[in-house]
């Protein structure tokens, strides 16, 4: 059995793509994972480059780093472009396709393309975009059970107002639901 996986997430700041990585962390902590959380900003910031890479395990972490993750979460098409040859060969590749206008070229890869900002403007909630990627790609990957980030929910965005905290929840469970639709 592997014991351990590493996800990528990528994309501009400011589209919630360190958020994912470290709801993921939290709710694979809370689970009784081991965990790493290591993020990556461009020169920017906000509009530049962001990523991040989270390594889950039941055993200690070596080296939460690679050159090759098993699984990526790709928000936008610069992001594609630079990851999609770095994922490891049958990994896995969920991509937004409202911000990414081709298809991934790799066909060794297991990939969901989801139009996550049309998604998120049927919830009327606009910055709900990576929680519904990230629902989508927990369903896809069981990397953290869902029903584990569920518990785990209300900790994961303690101090935020529980409007935000409802809204994030009805984004992560629509991304769950379009991806048990389309798998």
Not at 103 to 113: A, I, K, T
Not at 116 to 137: C, D, F, K, S, W
Request: charged letters at 25%; hydrophobic letters at 40%.
């Amino acid at each position: 059995m592997e014991v351990e996986k590493q996800v990528l997430f990528a994309g501009f700041g400011g589209q919630g793509v360190l958020s994912m990585g470290q709801f993921l962390t939290y709710a694979a902590m809370g689970a009784g994972k081991q965990v790493a959380w290591v993020p990556s900003y461009g020169a920017e910031m906000r509009g530049g480059t962001a990523n991040c890479l989270v390594t889950i395990s039941n055993e200690e972490i070596s080296s939460p780093l690679t050159e090759n993750p098993e699984m990526a979460v790709i928000l936008n098409k610069p992001s594609l472009d630079k990851f999609e040859d770095k994922i490891k060969p049958n990994g896995t590749l969920v991509v937004n396709s409202s911000m990414v206008d081709r298809s991934p070229v790799r066909e060794d890869l297991n990939v969901l393309e989801m139009p996550v900002n049309e998604i998120a403007e049927q919830l009327n909630n606009p910055r709900g975009a990576n929680m519904i990627l990230l629902g989508a790609y927990l369903e896809k990957t069981a990397v953290v059970r869902v029903e584990d980030a569920l518990k785990h929910f209300e900790l994961i965005f303690k101090g935020k107002k529980e409007a935000v905290i409802k809204k994030n929840k009805e984004a992560f469970l629509a991304g769950i639901e379009y991806a048990r639709r389309e798998w």
